[in-house]
Each structure stands twice: as C-alpha cells, then as structure tokens.
C-alpha cells in the first residue's frame, strides 16, 4: 500500500464530510419535527432538542450496513482519491446549501451520492461505479417513499375505523394523539440518524481507506460518534424554512395525523436500513404525510406542491453530480487528485 496521504489533508477532508453531516441535520430537521411542531404537539425549541437526542443515539439501535453501502458499495474504492471525495462532499453541500434557501425538502442523501457519483465519473469514467450497490440504493429511493405513503394510508384508516367503531369524542382522540405522536416522532428521528448519519460514516471510512490509514473497510467507533454528533447539532440549529412546507403546504395535520404519518415513515426508513440502503428520509416522509391525507380526502393533499418536491427530488442527483464532477476538476488542479 501507498504511503498515507497527509494528515492534514485527511483531517481537513473529514471536517467538510462533517460539515455535510451538519448541513444533512440543518436541512432534514424539518423532516424530524415538521408534524409534531405543526400540530402543537410540541414548540420548535424543544421539538428539535427532542429529535437531536434520538438522531443522536440512533448508532445504539443500528449497525453500520448503510455507512458499508455508501463507502465501498457504490464507488469502486481502489480508483477513488481523498480528491474525489472531497469534490463529492462539496457538490452535496453546495446542493443541500441551493435547496435550503429556496426551502425545499430536497434529499440530502441523493446529493450526497450525486455529487460523489459524479466526482468519482470525473476522475474515471462510468465504470468506476458498482451497478450493485446504485441498482440496490435506486430502488430503496423509489421504494422507501411509496411504502410511506402505503403504510400512511393504512395506519390512518385503521386508526379511524377502530375510533369510529369505538365512538371516541373528539377530545379524548387528540389527547392520546398527542400523546403518541412524542413517541412516533421518536421513532422517526432514531430512524432518520439510524440511516442519514451512516451516509457520511461511509465516506468518512472510504476516505481513510484510499487514504491509506486504514487497510480494510469497516467503521472506527470514533467516526461513529464524530457523525452523530454532527447530525444531532444540525436537528438542534433546524431548517425552518422547510418545516413549513413540510407541515403545512402538503397537508393541514392534525395530531392523530402526524402520529401516523411519523410511525409510516418510521416503519419504510427501518426497512431500508435494515437491507443497508441509503434513502431519503425527506421521500419517505412527504410520502407518507400524502398518504395520511389521501386517506382523508384526495383533496385534502395539496398535489401541486407535492409535484414540485418531486421535480425537485428527480434534478437532485444529476444537479449534485454536475456540481460534484465540476469540483473534481477544481480540486484536481489546486489541492489533491
């Protein structure tokens, strides 16, 4: 093996992968809390402090399947430099960066694996991409959203059916809703910092790796950590302009509502981990908020806005890959290849 690539370089490249980890929180804390804040369950202040503690010790419940997918998986590892993935990094973050400020509920994770993807086609050509692992993450991409919004539907029937049969006023309804939905919002942010922060575990561990400081792939607890932490910070700072799209402009929630639309998500985004699939935990949440509204009325869900999301979704991975492959030349000529 080649010598280790300077220490410095390494250090500065892994503090930009954990300022992306910061932005993924910044820019999907709406995801986490734009139901529970919403629907009055909680206030914003300590809705985010709510969903940071579970994005936090999300690394206690999940392994590292999704962090082994993003790292080794996608991008052949023996063609990869600390260049391509610095440019990767920064084709996601100036993404993530575009979308916040435009306030829309954008997938961190396609611009990750867009904007690495296309640093990595810069440096080497479409070969240097593992059909397996893009064929796997695909279609989790497309999948994870639709079982939202399918398990949305259905949690939100069958709760009405039971209340129906049961007759339960409507007072004791939101009660217990809002009761239940502190403990799906718990649900859904462990699943969001289960998934998101192994993203950047992933690059974070490839990069040691073509860097030379590690021999093998596997995830150092210390990366663990440093990723968590920098996620949780970023649920804590929150994306307020987002939050609003995401709790209102899709669907007006009610309490009952955001329990089952976090408990839908919650239920697809522990799936996709549990095959070390890298999803969008904005999908799969916008997927399952329609479904809830579906559920009520198809009126009730306000498809326009929805269809802009999905553009939004769709430009993602090749806007990040433009940017990222756009980097890569940058990078290669003013610090590192």
């Not at 860097?211 to 607890?221: C, D, H, I, Q």
């Not at 949440?285 to 329609?290: D, E, F, L, N």
Request: hydrophobic share 55%; proline share 3%; with cysteine.
């Amino acid at each position: 093996m080649d010598a280790p690539i300077g220490l410095g370089l390494t250090t500065g490249i892994i503090a930009v992968a954990l300022l992306f980890d910061f932005t993924n929180g910044v820019h999907d804390a709406a995801n986490s809390i734009a139901t529970v804040v919403s629907t009055r369950v909680l206030s914003p202040r300590i809705a985010v402090a709510w969903a940071a503690f579970f994005n936090f010790v999300a690394f206690l419940v999940f392994g590292t399947s999704v962090a082994h997918t993003v790292g080794a998986g996608m991008v052949d590892l023996s063609v990869v430099t600390p260049g391509v993935i610095l440019a990767g990094l920064i084709g996601a973050i100036c993404w993530n960066a575009f979308t916040w400020y435009l306030g829309l509920p954008t997938s961190s994770s396609h611009a990750l694996v867009g904007g690495y993807g296309g640093a990595a086609v810069a440096k080497a050509g479409f070969t240097v991409l593992v059909a397996t692992g893009w064929r796997k993450t695909l279609v989790w991409m497309v999948l994870a959203p639709v079982v939202g919004l399918i398990f949305g539907i259905v949690f939100m029937v069958a709760v009405s059916w039971v209340l129906y049969w049961r007759k339960t006023p409507a007072s004791v309804v939101n009660h217990w809703s809002r009761r239940g939905q502190l403990l799906s919002a718990a649900l859904y942010s462990l699943g969001h910092g289960g998934n998101d922060a192994q993203k950047t575990m992933g690059i974070i561990t490839g990069l040691l790796v073509t860097a030379g400081y590690l021999k093998t792939f596997y995830v150092p607890l210390w990366v663990v950590l440093a990723a968590q932490t920098a996620i949780a910070l970023g649920t804590l700072l929150g994306g307020w302009r987002i939050v609003k799209t995401m709790g209102q402009r899709i669907a007006k929630l009610r309490p009952i509502d955001g329990m089952c639309a976090e408990t839908a998500s919650a239920v697809s985004i522990f799936g996709a981990t549990f095959f070390g699939a890298p999803v969008s935990t904005t999908h799969v949440i916008t997927g399952a908020i329609s479904g809830v509204g579906a559920a009520r009325r198809i009126s009730a869900v306000k498809w326009d806005v929805t269809l802009r999301i999905v553009w939004a979704w769709i430009l993602t991975i090749p806007a990040a890959a433009l940017v990222g492959a756009i980097a890569f030349h940058i990078v290669s000529r003013l610090i590192v290849r």
